[in-house]
């Protein structure tokens, strides 16, 4: 009974960041498959990055590389998102998702997972 919850969206200008939040619980966290997306109206939803919680193994959309990042706080049972340089483009709903995974599994950004938060508003201005 995994339960996630995303917090710290919010309006910026471009060039600002914010920082995303998503606490979670019921979930074995040392053996998961985790990750963000994002969706925009009238667009499909996307993976914005996917990350092993066992070996930290990373995957991120080209047009998100270099400026999100990903971090824990194991005490706080919480995941960020940290994301820097916002464009006007990164304006979506954003969502938390996990799904269970053992070490040495696959976790990039097709993944399909089946526990999901009910997402966080990013909206960036020009």
């Known amino acids: 009974q995994v339960h996630l919850v995303e917090s710290g969206g919010g309006s910026v200008h471009t060039g600002g960041s914010l920082r995303l939040s998503c606490e979670y619980s019921?979930?074995?966290?040392?053996?998961?498959?985790m990750g963000w997306f994002r969706q925009a109206p009238g667009s499909e939803r996307e993976a914005v990055l996917t990350?092993?919680?066992?070996?930290?193994?990373?995957h991120y959309l080209g047009s998100v590389k270099g400026r999100f990042f990903i971090s824990q706080e194991d005490a706080k049972q919480t995941v960020y998102l940290e994301a820097s340089d916002l464009r006007p483009e990164d304006s979506a709903m954003y969502y938390c998702?996990?799904?269970?995974?053992?070490?040495?599994?696959?976790?990039?950004?097709?993944?399909?997972?089946?526990?999901w938060g009910q997402g966080t508003q990013v909206t960036v201005s020009s």
């Open positions: 998702a996990a799904k269970e995974a053992q070490w040495g599994d696959e976790c990039d950004l097709d993944t399909r997972f089946d526990a």
């Open positions: 990350f092993t919680t066992f070996n930290m193994e990373q």
């Open positions: 019921g979930l074995n966290f040392h053996s998961a498959c």
